[in-house]
């Protein structure tokens, strides 16, 4: 009999624990006949008026389920099959005991468990991610993934496994990299007593994902989506590799030469970064009154030199 | 210096005299770093006449001694303890340990190997 546990279940279990139900255990029963149709009847209800509602209810909408799937494929077959096949049964639900049913006609249903399955999608969940293979193995993507707890890391890596293959990226991985372990030792009181002390850790574990052969845009995509759906406790970097057609180098010295007018100027400084405060700060102090005084720059016969002169 | 100290309390962690003394260092040390910079620029520059880089060297050394990088110590955020304090977490040994057994800090737990 399907209890409330079931409802964790996944899809499956719960179909097994439908099936098990004294309704469909007399699917079993071979001869049909022998069951009188009231008596049926009345155990469905009974067991409907008896289980949790949320259950009745999760179990009334399954068999609805079940019974249009299996019209879907073996709808053809049973033309009347309450009098002779064994595992058809009419549910006709009195429509006072259990109000959830829809009480407008009686449904026919034909429960074999074996042939009722999940739909792909919520199959594979409860599979091992799908990969797509890689044409020609050129890595683009590099994505690490750090965290201290294993549970979390797992599940997400195994997040950004499934985005990659619906997004059509081969993904390869997850591939466990070394941990980082960081230990400090500290004495176990607030003052002396360094003889007793106590040893913390922290041990960061990481995963890398690597994708190749995708085309850049698809992979930005795949990573803005992993960030936007990021997980507690995780931590995430990517190295993105792009790559250029043959000529490189020929292209790369066009662009210098185009940059060049302004590379330059930045080049020329090679003490800081242009426009930094600390430069500001040297023409300032250099042009200031008492250092003009200290070089001399106030006596007759000294010119100023030109690296003492204001910008503007 | 009471000169250099924030008028209201600008800080979040545990209060304390030092800890408020440490924190208006920080602040003049980050405000006036350019200049210490291009102090120590004109001072190094052998290219300026030795005068000015002379002048700067005074310049320097008269500079206040809460512009230098070498007041700052870090201190306990949870007692504003100034001695054994861990890098990784601005805590005190103690309060480390702790934090750690309560389990307030992420992914620290007891060690054994």
Known sequence: ?312 | MSMFRAKRLDLGCFVNVKVIRDHTKRKVFAEHEPERQALRYIIRNLSLPARTRAQAQLQLAQMHCYTRPTQIRNRCIEGGKGRGVLRDFKMTRYNFRMNALAGSIPGVKKAAW
Not at chain 1, 31 to 52: G, H, K, L, Y
Not at chain 1, 55 to 62: H, K, R, T
Not at chain 1, 122 to 128: D, E, F, G, M, W
Not at chain 1, 207 to 227: C, M, N, S, Y
């Open chain 1, 1 to 312: 009999m399907a209890t409330a546990t079931s409802m964790r279940l996944p899809w499956r279990a719960i179909v097994r624990s439908v099936t098990t139900r004294p309704t469909t255990q007399s699917i079993k029963t071979p001869p049909a006949a022998s069951i009188p149709q009231p008596f049926t009847r009345r155990w469905a209800s009974d067991s409907a008026s008896n289980t949790p509602i949320g259950n009745e209810f999760a179990s009334a909408s399954l068999e609805r389920a079940a019974a249009t799937e299996i019209e879907g494929t073996a709808g053809g077959a049973g033309v009347d099959a309450e009098s002779h096949n064994a595992s058809t049964i009419t549910t006709t639900p009195p429509s006072e005991s259990s109000p959830t049913e829809s009480p407008e006609q009686p449904r026919r249903e034909t429960v074999n468990p074996d042939t009722v399955r999940p739909p792909r999608a919520v199959q594979a969940a409860y599979l091992r991610p799908l990969r797509r293979p890689a044409t020609h193995g050129l890595p683009v993507c590099d994505l690490q993934l750090r965290s201290y707890s294993v549970r979390n890391l797992e599940f997400f890596a195994d997040f950004c496994l499934r985005a990659a293959y619906y997004l059509g990226l081969p993904a390869f991985g997850p591939i466990p990299l070394p941990r980082i372990v960081e230990r400090w030792t500290v004495p176990k009181g607030s003052f002396i007593h360094k003889k007793s002390q106590e040893n913390f850790e922290r041990k960061t574990l990481r995963r890398l994902i690597q994708i190749k052969d995708g085309e850049p845009e698809t992979v930005e995509v795949w990573l803005a989506f992993v960030k936007k759906y990021a997980y507690y406790g995780i931590g995430m970097k990517a190295n993105v590799w792009e790559f250029e057609k043959v000529g490189v180098g020929r292209t790369m010295d066009a662009e210098m030469e185009q940059m060049r007018s302004e590379v330059e100027p930045t080049l020329r400084q090679f003490a800081f970064k242009k426009g930094s405060a600390v430069e500001d700060k040297v023409l300032e102090l250099i042009n200031r009154g008492d250092f003009k005084a200290a070089s001399g720059g106030n006596a007759p016969m000294i010119r100023t030199p030109t690296y003492k002169l204001p910008k503007n």
